[in-house]
């Protein structure tokens, strides 16, 4: 079997001023298959936005900031799906990096949008002081047809069963999203995507109240995490490349080939590094 290098996760979110910004052609990246019924389709390096495939219709979770849009429903047809087959589109959280081309997916296909209630209200209605640190990345509005306002949820589309919890820190209260995927084989494949794992957040209570986060949300991110790290996952769908480390300018040379994002020890890496990271902050602010 082949396998990626495992890298650790990209802990560290980018501070102002080290963010560069790559050009547009370099950003692109074709489809890759990351289970046996999920590929990568965000058409670009920066975001995590999935496509399953239930075998009644197809599911999309997130969509890339709008300049994408082309490269996403690009994306889509080259890995051999047609857009108008999307019956269900969840969003993780209101950030235009993970809705940035949801309306225009919606105008496409017809499609449900289903998101938390938090982050819908946080989508309408921000607090004044969001909108001086948050870019306006320019989204098309869309409406939510499901807004999910329980902390757990299950939907059930042809063969998958998304479960939906409510991991508060990054926002309000983004969404992480679990579900198992089985191959012809019938190997079970258990996948999940944490939708908040967005850190620089949460650096100090005063940013958090600034971005319209309880403050009460970093506790419950760094316990969340620890729990969550138990969650037995086979095969981890980033919210960002980055946030594996592994990904992005790594992947396999055969796009289909799912079999090397099969590796447990990524989930549980990837949110102690960031619940360490968010727990070093807590801890610098309770010792000035
Ligand atoms: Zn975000």
């Not at 979110?13 to 990246?29: C, F």
């Not at 235009?96 to 982050?119: L, Q, V, Y």
């Not at 508060?168 to 983004?174: L, R």
């Not at 679990?178 to 940013?207: K, N, P, S, W």
Request: aromatic share 10%.
């Amino acid at each position: 079997m082949s396998e990626l290098k495992f890298v650790r996760p990209d802990t560290k979110a980018p501070r102002p001023g080290e963010r560069t910004q790559p050009k547009y052609e370099d950003q692109l990246l074709d489809p890759f298959r990351v289970a046996p019924h999920v590929w990568h389709v965000a058409g670009c390096k920066g975001c995590g936005d999935y496509l399953i495939d239930t075998g009644d219709g197809l599911i999309l979770i997130d969509t890339p900031t709008p300049e994408f849009s082309k490269a996403m429903f690009a994306a889509i047809e080259k890995a051999g799906f047609d857009t108008k087959d999307i019956k269900w589109h969840f969003i993780s959280h209101w950030h235009g990096d993970h809705d940035g081309c949801s309306a225009d997916i919606k105008d496409a296909s017809g499609c449900k949008i289903f998101m938390g209630s938090e982050e819908w209200q946080m989508k309408v209605v921000p607090p004044e002081s969001v909108k001086k640190v948050i870019p306006d990345m320019k989204v098309r509005y869309y409406e939510p047809d499901v807004i999910i306002d329980t902390d757990e949820a299950s939907f059930t589309l042809g063969n998958i069963t998304i479960h939906t919890l409510k991991t508060p820190g990054h926002t309000p209260g983004a969404l992480t999203f679990r579900f198992e995927d089985t191959d012809t084989d019938g190997t079970v494949y258990t996948c999940a995507m944490h939708g908040g794992l967005g850190v620089a957040q949460m650096d100090t209570i005063e940013g958090m109240k600034i971005q319209g986060i309880p403050p009460e949300c970093r506790d419950k991110f760094i316990d969340q995490c620890l729990e969550m790290s138990h969650w037995d996952i086979d095969i981890t769908l980033p919210s960002h490349l980055n946030h594996c480390g592994y990904l992005g300018d790594n992947l396999p040379s055969d796009k289909t080939d799912f079999k090397p994002f099969a590796d447990k020890r990524v989930w549980p890496v990837m949110l102690l590094e960031r619940r360490g990271y968010v727990m070093e902050r807590r801890g610098e602010e309770s010792n000035k």
